[in-house]
């Protein structure tokens, strides 16, 4: 078991060529907390990410 601890943060993407130009925007988790727990439980391992 994996535990991260950190500020969890969302991204907002685009598939705009620029942001000028962008409409409508997808959300992901962000932040290195959040990063790390996600890929961790990708391979298979229990992950707990912790927001302070």
Same mark, same amino acid.
């Given at each position: 078991?994996?535990?991260s @601890? &950190?500020?969890?943060?969302?991204?907002? @993407?685009?598939?705009?060529?620029?942001?000028?130009?962008?409409?409508?925007?997808?959300?992901?988790? &962000? &932040?290195?907390?959040?990063?790390?727990?996600?890929?961790?439980?990708?391979? &298979?391992? @229990?992950? @707990?990410?912790?927001?302070?």
């Amino acid at each position: 078991m994996f535990l991260s @601890i &950190g500020e969890v943060l969302i991204d907002m @993407i685009t598939e705009s060529d620029a942001l000028y130009n962008a409409t409508v925007f997808r959300k992901f988790f &962000g &932040g290195s907390p959040a990063n790390i727990a996600i890929n961790i439980a990708r391979q &298979g391992s @229990i992950a @707990i990410c912790y927001q302070l």
